[in-house]
C-alpha cells in the first residue's frame, strides 16, 4: 500500500510547494492539449475483460494526461463482476479495498438499498453525492489511489455525474496562492470523526490528515470531501479560504470540470480523482446499478516522474 507522506520527500516532485524548477515545467506540460470536453475522454471499446492493446494504448494515454479516462463498451447490463475486475488487473490494479459493505469479490455494488444496513449510507440511495474523493475517511497508510467505475444499468432519469483531475485543481489553487497548498498540506487539515456502531462499539477511529499529499515516489494524492456533516476542518484562516476557493472552482462552469452521464456498458478508470453524484430516479425496469472498485494502487503508468520524465 502506498502511504502518502507531506513530511520526506525522496523523489523530486512538483507538488512540493517549496519547488520553483520542477512546478512550472510541469505545470506547463501537464496543461499542454489538456482535455476540453468529456467526450476527449472517451475510448470506445469492445469488451472490457480483453482490451485490444490498441484499447489499453488509447485509454492510458487519456489516464496519463488527465488522471483519468472513459470507456464505452459493448457489455451492456451484463452483470459480470469481472468486467471491471479484469480491466483494473489491465492497469496493475490488483490490491482492492474489500470494504465493510462491499461484494465477495471486492467490488461494491451501488444501488439503493431499502433494508439491511446500506439503506443508511448515502451512497445506497438515489440522493445527490457532493464533491469527494474516495476513502477519505481512510487511515493515512490505506488511502485510495486508484477508483474505477463500471455501469451495469443506468437510473431512469438523473444520476450524472461530475468529474475533475485533482492535479488540475491543485494547479488552480497554487496559482492563486502558493500558500493555500501548504495550508492544505497541514496534518490536521481535516478530520473524520469516529464511526460508532450499533451496540457503541468503534466502527472506525477518528481520522485526521491532509487534503494534499505527496506519495513516495512524487505523485500528488488528494483527500476532500464537500459533505456538510460528520467531518471538522481546521479554523486557520488560509486553510479556510482555500477551501472556500476549491469549492468556488467545483461549482463552477469551469473547462477543467466535466458533467455526463454514463450508460450501460460504460466506465471510468482513473486515479481516485475529484467526483459527484446527481440524485437519481428508478422505475421498475431501470434500477441504477454501479459496480465501485477502490484499490490502494495507482495506475500502472501514470506516475507523474515517468509521464513527464522529471
Excluded at 80 to 100: T, V
Excluded at 129 to 151: C, E, P, R, S
Amino acid at each position: 500500500m502506498i502511504q502518502p507522506d507531506t513530511q520526506f520527500h525522496p523523489a523530486p516532485s512538483p507538488f512540493n510547494p517549496d519547488d520553483e524548477s520542477l512546478y512550472p515545467r510541469w505545470r506547463d506540460a501537464k496543461l499542454k492539449d489538456y482535455p476540453t470536453s468529456l467526450g476527449d475522454l472517451v475510448v470506445e471499446i469492445n469488451d472490457p475483460r480483453a482490451l485490444t492493446e490498441a484499447e489499453h494504448a488509447a485509454l492510458l494515454a487519456r489516464c496519463r494526461k488527465a488522471n483519468m479516462a472513459l470507456y464505452a463498451g459493448k457489455t451492456g447490463a451484463d452483470p459480470d463482476p469481472e468486467i471491471p475486475l479484469s480491466l483494473a488487473r489491465r492497469f496493475g490494479l490488483q490490491d482492492i479495498n474489500k470494504n465493510w459493505l462491499a461484494d465477495e469479490t471486492g467490488l461494491t455494488s451501488l444501488t439503493v438499498r431499502e433494508e439491511g444496513i446500506r439503506q443508511h449510507y448515502i451512497p445506497y440511495t438515489n440522493r445527490v453525492i457532493h464533491w469527494h474523493t474516495d476513502g477519505y475517511y481512510n487511515t493515512a497508510d490505506t488511502q485510495i489511489h486508484g477508483l474505477n467505475l463500471h455501469v451495469v444499468q443506468q437510473a431512469a432519469s438523473g444520476g450524472e455525474n461530475a468529474l475533475m483531475d485533482h492535479e488540475v485543481a491543485y494547479i488552480l489553487l497554487r496559482e492563486k496562492n502558493p500558500d493555500y497548498i501548504r495550508a492544505l498540506m497541514a496534518p490536521r487539515v481535516m478530520t473524520i470523526p469516529a464511526r460508532i456502531d450499533e451496540g457503541g462499539t468503534v466502527g472506525r477511529r477518528e481520522e485526521p490528515g491532509p487534503v494534499f499529499a505527496i506519495t513516495p515516489a512524487g505523485n500528488l494524492h488528494m483527500r476532500y470531501t464537500l459533505r456538510a456533516h460528520n467531518v471538522f476542518w481546521t479554523d486557520d484562516p488560509v486553510a479556510v479560504e482555500a477551501l472556500a476557493y476549491l469549492r468556488a472552482i467545483l461549482e463552477s462552469d469551469s473547462p477543467y470540470v466535466y458533467r455526463g452521464r454514463l450508460e450501460s456498458g460504460m466506465g471510468l478508470v482513473s486515479n481516485n480523482v475529484l467526483h459527484d453524484r446527481a440524485a437519481f430516479t428508478d422505475d421498475a425496469t431501470h434500477k441504477r446499478h454501479y459496480y465501485r472498485a477502490r484499490y490502494f494502487d495507482r495506475l500502472a503508468g501514470t506516475d507523474v516522474a515517468e509521464v513527464y520524465a522529471l
